[in-house]
Every structure is written in structure tokens, then in C-alpha cells.
């Protein structure tokens, strides 16, 4: 069973510039979630796509945004990058059956994005 | 939206010292998770336990769902115990979809030889 990989591991770019970010989830699982942890804090959830469609969003802005592929795996993209977006971007996956309320998810290794 | 609390903050332990770290939320749960962060960010899954006690070794944690807390055991700590322990939790009442974990702030663990 493979796990949730991320890439890239670290990554730098100036403010203004835009990225993207990549996930694939765990084997069998169906929906990805990405979230944003800024240094000494607990994470902070971003948004998430089920079937494809975003499905739940957190309080971030609309330059941050993401897509779901057919084998679910993601990508998030921030546009119009800040020094404030500097942090660890986590992505999980899950599985989610709907009307069950099991909802355990598995985080990947994670992004470090710099912005200078 | 649902709001998590952990404690201590901080915690210095000796090496083979027991442990009781506590989180506290504000709402029903169908999700409760603790984590273990790495220091390199990994987050390593722990337990899921949303009601109920479990054991792994020498880690458990037990929530009790109608008080709205959880507590994390650790056992005989080791060295490789440090890092930050964060507990995370789903609000109840959501099932399927919306799957959002809200996390404390962690407690930041330091086992000393």
C-alpha cells in the first residue's frame, strides 16, 4: 500500500510569483484535503476535493486553489504569492463513503514553500 | 466552527517518565485524531479515536466524547518520543463530506536522557 507522497520537497519563489503544489493520495482513498501550517502553529485547513469538486473550504482567499484528477490525486496553486504564504503545505487523503462518519486521514511528508 | 485546545504547551520529560497530554474541544466529534509531528513535519497517525480507549504499545488515549476531551498516554518515554503531538478533531453531524480537522497547538515534547 503507498502511502501519500508530496512533491516538491522545498521549494522558494518571490513574492508575485505563483506555484504549484502536487499530491497523490493513498491507495483506495478518494478525497484529498490540503492544509496550510505556518511555523509553531497546528494546521490549518485550506479546502477539499471529493469526485473532483471542491468540497469544503477553510478562510483562506480565492488566489489559492486546487484541482482533483480522475486517479485522485491534487494539486493546490497559489497565485499572487505573499511573504505570509510561507509555510508547510500538508495535503491528506481519506476515504469517504457517504452517510458513514468514519473520516480517518493520512497526512504526506509536505511542501516548505519560501517566499522572499 | 469547532475549537481545539491542548496542554501543557511544553513538556520536559526524563527519559522512562510517564506523560499525560490533554485536548479539549468545544463541540460534538465524529473524528478525533493525535498526531505525532517529526521534525521534519511529517504528521504520523497515532490514534483515531473518536469515543472509546485505545492502546498501541506504550501509547493510549481515551476520549470521552460527552465531556469533550481526550487525553493522550505516554508511557516508558523514550528519546524518539519528542517532537509535537497535535490532537485534531471533526466537528459531529457532518457525515461523507466536509471533511475538515480542526488541530490544537500542540504539545511540543522534549524527553532528555
Known amino acids: 500500500e503507498t502511502g501519500v507522497t508530496q512533491s516538491p520537497t522545498h521549494l522558494i519563489k518571490t513574492r508575485g510569483q505563483q506555484v504549484t503544489l502536487r499530491c497523490s493520495s493513498q491507495?483506495?482513498?478518494?478525497?484529498v484535503s490540503w492544509y496550510q501550517q505556518a511555523l509553531g502553529q497546528g494546521p490549518q485547513f485550506i479546502f477539499q476535493y471529493y469526485r473532483e469538486e471542491e468540497n469544503g473550504r477553510g478562510n483562506f482567499p480565492p488566489r489559492f486553489s486546487g484541482l482533483q484528477f480522475p486517479n485522485y490525486s491534487s494539486e493546490l496553486n497559489v497565485n499572487a504569492l505573499e511573504l505570509d504564504d510561507s509555510a508547510l503545505y500538508l495535503c491528506?487523503?481519506?476515504?469517504?463513503?457517504?452517510?458513514?462518519?468514519?473520516?480517518?486521514?493520512?497526512f504526506g511528508p509536505g511542501t516548505r514553500l519560501t517566499v522572499l | 466552527g469547532i475549537q481545539v485546545e491542548q496542554s501543557p504547551p511544553d513538556l520536559i520529560l526524563q527519559e522512562g517518565a510517564n506523560s499525560t497530554l490533554r485536548c479539549n474541544f468545544s463541540?460534538?466529534?465524529?473524528?478525533l485524531q493525535w498526531f505525532h509531528q517529526n521534525p521534519w513535519g511529517q504528521l504520523i497517525n497515532l490514534f483515531y479515536?473518536?469515543?472509546g480507549t485505545k492502546q498501541n504499545g506504550r501509547l493510549s488515549a481515551t476520549t470521552v466524547a460527552t465531556e469533550r476531551y481526550s487525553l493522550l498516554y505516554i508511557s516508558s518515554s523514550q528519546t524518539t518520543d519528542s517532537g509535537v503531538y497535535f490532537c485534531a478533531a471533526r466537528r459531529g453531524g457532518h457525515t461523507g463530506t466536509a471533511s475538515k480537522l480542526t488541530f490544537g497547538t500542540g504539545t511540543r515534547l522534549q524527553v532528555t536522557l
Open positions: 479515536i473518536p469515543s
Open positions: 491507495s483506495g482513498h478518494n478525497t
Open positions: 491528506a487523503s481519506s476515504y469517504l463513503l457517504t452517510g458513514s462518519s468514519y473520516n480517518e486521514q493520512f
Open positions: 463541540d460534538s466529534v465524529n473524528n
